[in-house]
């Protein structure tokens, strides 16, 4: 990807998502909604990531006062 401010994008497994979602305290439902036609799935998809709709990627971002902070997506068509 030709952006280097992108932060690290992941495909969590069914159980990691379960897990991060009860600790966050939201359902599946209402995770915020990333397109499959995304560039940052995309770059997986190059990667050789396999991606489906339904799945749910944990971005990680990096904040000067807290460290990592991580935001869960939810992969539509």
């Known amino acids: 990807m030709q952006w280097t401010l992108t932060p690290p994008h992941e495909v969590l497994s069914k159980t ?23 560039a940052a799935i995309q770059q997986l998809i190059a990667k050789g990531i396999e991606v489906k709709v339904g799945d749910v990627i944990r971005i990680t971002r990096q904040s ?14």
């Not at 897990?19 to 036609?37: G, T, W």
């Not at 000067?64 to 068509?77: P, Q």
């Open 64 to 77: 000067l006062t807290t460290g990592d902070v991580y935001y869960y997506r939810r992969v539509v068509a």
């Open 16 to 38: 990691a998502a379960t897990k991060a979602l009860r600790d966050i305290k939201v359902s599946f439902e209402r995770l915020p909604l990333l397109k499959y036609s995304d």
